[in-house]
T-cell receptor
Framework: ETGVTQSPTHLIKTRGQQVTLRCSSQ?????VSWYQQALGQGPQFIFQ???????GRGNFPPRFSGLQFPNYSSELNVNALELDDSALYLC?????????????FGSGTRLTVV | AQSVSQHNHHVILSEAASLELGCNYS??????LFWYVQYPGQHLQLLLK??????LVKGIKGFEAEFIKSKFSFNLRKPSVQWSDTAEYFC????????????FGQGTELSVKP
């Protein structure tokens, strides 16, 4: 079975630009969650998508948005990038939306905003 | 607000030493808890999980954790660490399955000296 794949692995953007990060969920998983992990911190929940709908959102501004496609892959879009958006962005997929299913994480996209 | 606390930020041990990493959670409802490990340059991997039943949970690679409800704790243990256990360890709480949110602790960096 394939795991969770994320692209790109590294990205450098300029403040004010927009970025799109992509995630392919593990085979058989219908739920995708996104996390932001700043240096030296634990991952912070951005939002979750289940059956192409947003199923929950963390404390992130509206310029963080997402999509889930019929094949359960997902995109994270960040508009008007700020320096503090520099972080590792993690995607996790699961069999369902509840925490009891457990999560499979991708290796992340390292975003640097300059 | 629900939270997870890991009080040890960086632990340094010699090989064969015993390990205990602290984790405290705040959610008082139905408790599910996870320990994840992140080896250098790799994705987050599930070490073990607690849902209900026996409070002593066995995980992969010789790790175990004990859920103590009265102390709101879920400490990770290993009787004898190896150099290959060098990694960052995260305790996480699904927070009662609310909107798919996994609440992570700040992480504990473990360095094992050969």
């Amino acid at each position: 079975e394939t795991g969770v794949t994320q692209s790109p692995t590294h990205l450098i953007k300029t403040r004010g630009q927009q970025v799109t990060l992509r995630c392919s969920s593990q085979s058989g998983h219908n739920t995708v969650s996104w996390y932001q992990q700043a240096l030296g911190q634990g991952p912070q929940f951005i939002f979750q998508y289940y059956r192409e709908e947003e199923n929950g959102r963390g404390n992130f501004p509206p310029r963080f948005s997402g999509l889930q496609f019929p094949n359960y892959s997902s995109e994270l879009n960040v508009n008007a990038l700020e320096l503090d958006d520099s972080a590792l962005y993690l995607c996790a997929s699961s069999l369902g939306p509840g925490g009891a299913y457990g999560y499979t994480f991708g290796s992340g996209t390292r975003l640097t905003v300059v | 607000a629900q939270s997870v606390s890991q009080h040890n930020h960086h632990v340094i041990l010699s090989e064969a030493a015993s390990l205990e990493l602290g984790c405290n959670y705040s959610y008082g409802g139905t408790v599910n808890l996870f320990w994840y490990v992140q080896y250098p340059g790799q994705h987050l991997q599930l070490l073990l999980k607690y849902f209900s039943g026996d409070p002593l949970v066995k995980g992969i690679k010789g790790f175990e954790a004990e859920f103590i409800k009265s102390k709101f704790s879920f400490n990770l243990r290993k009787p004898s660490v190896q150099w290959s256990d060098t990694a960052e360890y995260f305790c996480a709480d699904p927070g009662g399955n609310q909107g798919g949110k996994l609440i992570f602790g700040q992480g504990t960096e473990l360095s094992v000296k050969p």
